[in-house]
């Protein structure tokens, strides 16, 4: 791909890290699709194109900074810089040994290790392999939950780097290649790193601080094939991790493809879709091919509901309101040339942001299932599964907030993100307390994102010196709540 770093460039960067090892990287071969996913589910990140995201200007004059809260940033600035050869070298650990949803055993003992030597309060096994850090700061304050995603995906690595993955798991019974394919492996190092950052200021915190270290954000490895079981986010949130001290507010990132190399990007509100699951079986009567009028063909009735479903988004939703996804991902029958089958399945995943939107359309995709079926003389039974929730960030909070991301990023290093169609669990933390998700661009300066390999990509890369701007940023957002708290 002619944006792709040449092998020399890859050197050079790599060793403007003084303490990172250095790497040469090979071309990477050109971007491919990404990789549907089983049950349709979830890419767990907001991919952001220049093509629909605005880049915003540069950051307006931001409030007046007292000498305490300039001393702290000062503080984050020197204590992340020192720990950026650990951040990378967690980060390719990670990489190289990823875990499938609710199986991140391996990871959650590096985490709970490290978070003990920090001096934390630490509880694992919350939703099964969760991890949960608790520092107390000096100063009494509001409590701030900082939350990383763990789990791999059942894709196989083709990035040549030294630490690519070659690890194998088990994916709904199945031996599978896993891969961090969506960037976890660099959550979870960015949080260990902010851990470090805000444990060594803590006595002058004024507040708590939660680290969350999340399973099976994309679903776990062991989903129920009807997808009703709970997990991740909401298991963790249905666990109390939100309780015992009970917390005021939330910060979460997820690194993009869609994005030059550092740079930040949010939007306030719906920023996320909503993600759900719909079956479909349509019941006709088997008869011979030569004789179609001899039964009641379910493939051409399954055809039309298809088609069907797609007017419902064109002709009859309000489309000044919200956009709205409707995807047919598998369709199932029939086992041979000459015979109409019986029976054919369908099954699909629906995006939306807007709750009353969502549940019109559930409604709306009953009818046309039904009618359109009965029209032929099928039998036609829709359901659907709600999976996750749209990521909501709370304008209150964002517009508190936006001032410090513009500070960290700088001027021209911050953008307004559009909506997304994917779907985070994040939004679950979101519907029990104010939360703010945002992404961190991955993609190699000079490179058009546009072509990038996108998140779930088997060719998915990191341009690891953007990381520790996760780190400056999550450590700025929970010192910056907490002393704005205080005036």
């Given at each position: 791909m002619a944006a792709r770093r040449s092998p020399a460039?890859?050197?050079?960067?790599?060793?403007?890290?003084?303490?990172?090892?250095?790497?040469?990287?090979?071309?990477?071969?050109?971007a491919i699709s990404a990789l549907t996913m089983a049950a349709g589910l979830l890419c767990g990140s907001a991919l952001v194109s220049p093509a629909l995201a605005q880049t915003a200007?540069?950051?307006?004059?931001?409030?007046?900074?007292?000498?305490?809260?300039?001393?702290l940033h000062a503080q984050i600035e020197t204590r992340a810089k020192a720990a950026e050869a650990r951040l990378i070298a967690w980060r390719r650990d990670i990489h190289q040994h990823p875990e499938l949803g609710n199986y991140e055993v391996r990871t959650a003992k590096l985490v709970a290790d490290h978070l003990r030597k920090l001096g934390m309060e630490v509880k694992t096994g919350v939703a099964k392999t969760g991890v949960v850090g608790l520092l107390k700061g000096g100063k009494p304050g509001p409590v701030v939950a900082l939350r990383a995603d763990m789990d791999a995906l059942p894709v196989k690595e083709r990035v040549d780097v030294p630490f690519a993955s070659k690890a194998k798991g088990k994916y709904l019974g199945k031996e599978v290649d896993v891969m961090h394919a969506c960037g976890h492996d660099t959550h979870v190092a960015i949080l260990m790193a902010t851990a470090e950052v805000l444990a060594g200021m803590k006595d002058q915190l004024p507040g708590t601080v939660k680290f969350i270290f999340q399973p099976a954000e994309e679903s776990p490895a062991d989903i129920e094939p009807d997808g009703t079981n709970i997990w991740g986010a909401r298991q963790m949130v249905a666990e109390g991790v939100l309780e015992n001290p009970k917390v005021d507010a939330i910060f979460g990132l997820h690194v993009s493809s869609g994005?030059?190399?550092?740079?930040?990007?949010?939007?306030?509100?719906p920023a996320m879709a909503a993600a759900d699951q719909f079956w479909i079986d349509v019941k006709g009567r088997q008869t011979h091919g030569a004789r179609p009028w001899g039964g009641i063909d379910p493939?051409?009735?399954?055809?039309?509901?298809v088609l069907g479903l797609q007017t419902i988004q064109s002709r009859q939703v309000n489309a000044m309101l919200e956009p709205s996804v409707i995807t047919v991902g598998t369709i199932h029958g029939g086992n041979r040339m000459n015979?109409?089958?019986?029976?054919?399945?369908?099954?699909?995943t629906i995006r939306t942001y807007d709750e009353g939107m969502k549940k019109d359309i559930h409604a709306r995709m009953k009818r046309t299932t039904e009618s359109i079926a009965a029209s032929?003389?099928?039998e036609a039974t829709f359901r659907v599964v709600e999976l996750y929730n749209a990521t909501v960030n709370q304008p209150a909070l964002t517009e508190k907030m936006a001032?410090?991301?513009?500070?960290?990023?700088?001027?021209?290093n911050w953008m307004l993100a559009p909506k997304a169609t994917a779907s985070e669990d994040f939004s679950f933390y979101q519907e029990k307390v104010p939360g703010l998700f945002f992404n961190l661009g991955v993609t190699p300066k000079g490179t058009d994102v546009t072509k990038a390999p996108s998140n779930h990509s088997p060719e998915f890369y990191v341009d690891e010196p953007a990381l520790i701007n996760g780190v400056r940023a999550l450590s700025n957002l929970t010192v910056d709540y907490m002393t704005m708290a205080q005036r």
């Open positions: 460039q890859a050197q050079a960067q790599a060793q403007a890290h003084a303490q990172a090892p250095t790497l040469r990287f090979r071309p990477l071969p050109a200007p540069s950051a307006a004059a931001q409030p007046q900074a007292n000498t305490a809260d300039t001393a994005i030059e190399s550092g740079k930040l990007a949010w939007r306030s509100g493939i051409v009735v399954s055809s039309q509901i015979i109409v089958p019986e029976k054919v399945e369908m099954m699909g032929s003389g099928a001032p410090t991301l513009k500070r960290v990023a700088g001027d021209g």
